[in-house]
């Protein structure tokens, strides 16, 4: 194991009525604020009358950015800086998913940018200074409420990037349940896979299997997300399951089952490189080649790795390590598929036309990816190829 650091800075407000303690949140960073949100969903069911009605409260002045898209562009990222700017504003406050808080972080630390803002996604520069966030979450996907992580794209250039500081990290995230009772089951779907994924790119190490902790509370989560997830699918007002996968959420992403351990994260960079290119929703693209790539690096020596994740995860048991993880596999792309997730890149209209130039990119920028096992540019190709 590895000697780590973790910083719970975010507080979190969990569950029904939280939202009643908006106010007392941001209260400490001051009394003008910036509220960012999607396209529309949060005013249709309620939300936004919720935030308003607890600023108004409290004495709180805001103003409204509207209209983040999933996979939010640069150009609204720079649109809500110019507004960040010319308001004044002492905080933003993210009403929604990942998107939304995602863009919101970098309007934070844009605000204080004066050069190229991209720049500091190509290469992941130093944030120096950055207005405080806070979140009222709506959606249950990326984990963006509880880390210092944002994903960014830019269309013009076909690339999606992120940047990671504590000093964007959300202050404080309400995280009420009910406000993703309304989320369809394609995006909740959408949501699960994302978790399910950022748990496998933490869980797939080749850290020490004597290290125990994160390796446990990984596979708590990822059995929570194979019970509840189904559950929440079919089910969007059953509280329990969105409570479930709210915090797994929250859980996956927020630093623990990733401490001690070197951790992968290609699957996510070619994901990357996919909705950079086609724009499709993350959570899909994750669905499609995450058991392509266990398919390609289980070998002799991750076999104990995958072993370890069919017995501990999917209760195979009285199994060889080989073909448990070849089952376990197997078990992965079953649970994607029971959400109606698909398995094939042509199912969502992608065939093989940009695979040297995504995987000659990734080469470019980063060179060899990965942490279980190193992809170089040709084993990323052939990954895109078997998800064909």
């Known amino acids: 194991m590895r000697n780590f650091y973790l ?13 009643k303690k908006l106010g007392k949140a941001i209260k400490p960073f001051g009394d003008k604020i910036l509220i960012v949100t999607g396209k529309g ?3 249709k069911y309620g939300i936004f009358d919720d935030v308003i009605k607890e600023l108004k409260k409290d004495n709180i002045e805001w103003s409204e950015y509207s209209g983040i898209t999933p996979n939010p562009r640069l150009k609204e990222v720079m649109k809500g800086i110019e507004i960040a700017k010319k308001g004044d504003v002492d905080l933003i406050l993210a009403v929604g998913g990942g998107s939304v808080i995602d863009a919101s972080k970098s309007i934070a630390f844009g605000k204080y940018v004066s050069g190229d803002l991209w720049e500091y996604f190509v290469e992941d520069k130093n944030v120096e200074k950055a207005l405080p966030v806070g979140t009222v979450l709506t959606v249950a996907a990326t984990g963006s409420e509880m880390d210092g992580n944002s994903v960014i794209t830019n269309e013009e250039k076909k690339q999606k990037f992120s940047i990671h500081s504590e000093k964007i990290k959300p202050k404080f995230s309400i995280l009420d349940p009910t406000y993703t009772f309304t989320v369809p089951p394609k995006q909740t779907a959408y949501g699960i896979s994302d978790i399910f994924s950022h748990l496998l790119e933490q869980y797939f190490s080749p850290t020490t299997t004597d290290w125990w902790i994160p390796d446990r509370i990984a596979e708590g989560v990822l059995k929570t997300l194979i019970y509840w997830g189904k559950v929440a699918y079919r089910d969007g007002y059953n509280y329990f399951a969105r409570a479930n996968i709210m915090w797994a959420s929250t859980m996956a992403l927020n630093g623990i089952t990733a401490t001690g351990k070197i951790t ?10 996919l909705s950079a290119y086609y724009d499709i929703p993350h959570g899909e693209g994750l669905a499609i080649l995450q058991p392509y790539w266990m398919e390609y690096v289980l070998d002799s020596e991750t076999q104990e790795r995958f072993a370890i994740y069919g017995r501990n995860v999917w209760d195979i048991k009285g199994l060889s390590d080989e073909e448990t993880a070849i089952r376990s596999i197997k078990k ?5 598929n029971s959400l109606d997730l698909p398995s094939k890149l042509k199912e969502v209209g992608i065939n ?15 060179g060899k990816i990965g942490g279980l096992k190193k992809l170089s540019k040709k084993d990323v190709e052939n990954i895109y190829r078997m998800a064909l």
Do not use: C, P
């Open 41 to 43: 969903s949060v005013k």
């Open 332 to 336: 992965t792309r079953e649970f994607f």
């Open 352 to 366: 093989g036309k940009y695979i040297e130039e995504m995987a000659g990119n990734l080469e470019e920028r980063l």
């Open 7 to 19: 910083d719970f800075s975010t507080k979190i407000y969990f569950g029904k009525k939280q939202i």
């Open 264 to 273: 992968d994260w290609a699957t996510h960079k070619m994901e990357h490189e």
